[in-house]
Nanobody, 118 residues
């Protein structure tokens, strides 16, 4: 039932910054993890960053120190601030909501394209 809609993707030069947003249709309660994933052509989808209900965060080694995940439950939005972008960051970025109980459920956005190029 939860709908996720990503925005903020686009074309940016190496070293530049972008902020992605993911709006969700329902407030999140109890146990959950929100995450950003990405998929580049010819590669498997990989996790970029995650944030849990108790504010624990995880970052892929490739983005540590450059990306920051955050959320605003009042605005029903999760963000991914991306700084010092590299060409290898080019991918379609997807927002994910995972709820483990009462039964495992996942919701995905349709994705937003980020292209890092001169």
């Amino acid at each position: 039932q939860v709908q996720l809609v990503e925005s903020g993707g686009g074309l940016v030069q190496p070293g530049g910054s972008l902020r992605l947003s993911c709006a969700f249709s329902e407030s999140v309660f109890s146990l959950y993890v929100m995450g950003w994933y990405r998929q580049a052509p010819g590669k498997q989808r990989e996790v970029v960053a995650r944030i849990s209900n108790d504010n624990n965060t995880y970052y892929a080694d490739s983005v540590k120190g450059r990306f920051t995940i955050s959320r605003d439950n009042a605005k029903r939005t999760v963000y991914l601030q991306m700084n010092s972008l590299k060409p290898e960051d080019t991918a379609v970025y997807y927002c994910n909501l995972h709820v483990p109980i009462p039964r495992p459920m996942d919701s995905w956005g349709k994705g937003t394209l980020v292209t890092v190029s001169s």
